[in-house]
């Protein structure tokens, strides 16, 4: 029955895709993807062949009714993105929801997210999180959020690129303090991730100090917080 398939891809490491992943790109007809270039990455380390169409925050109200069409004859359709599972900031939501409002079958299939690998990683409370995605450009903006969640109960997670990081860890430190425990992870499953955790005007420090390249999770403890007093009741 042909279907929507959202299929997470490798946040680094291409072996890290999935049994299922690798079974649903090979049987799909057509795969969605954010920049052909990424995707024939992937697909070539595969060795797989596949018709690929542009899908990305540019051209998605456009393409959906293509896609819903494609599926409306027959095909069934993979959507991907450059790096980790589609629609958690990345495209993917409009033609999600137009399946679901055709009633058009979709599969998702669990695998990488950097969100999850960061906090699994950071040692920073898990029993709950608030996932903000990437913020606004403007410091006013921003500012402004970091104040609206300032004391959030629970922990706070954001993505933010390499050109806009520091001024990132910049507007958090002046809105929450540079005592805030905070973890910064990059590059993660590549051969230079790293994770910078402590107090955020020491992670400001350590990250001004070296390359700032790569894409980067900032995840923000709650205020109540002790990096050396970890406690269960948090």
Known sequence: MSKLVIVPTPIGNLDDISARAIDALARCDIV???????????????????KMLLYRDDNEERQVPKIIDLIGEGNTVCLTSDAGTPAISDPGYRIVNACRRRKIPIESLPGACALITALAASGLPSNGFLFLGFLPNKTSARTNMFKKYIDFDYTLIFYESCHKILKFLKDLQSVIGATRVICVAREMTKIHEIFHVGEVGQIYDEIAATSVKG???IIVAPQRFKFNQCSLDL
């Not at 052909?36 to 380390?45: A, D, G, I, M, Q």
């Open 32 to 50: 969605l993807c954010e920049d052909t270039r990424v995707c024939s990455k992937l697909l070539n380390h595969l060795k797989m062949d596949k």
């Open 215 to 217: 894409e980067y999770v």
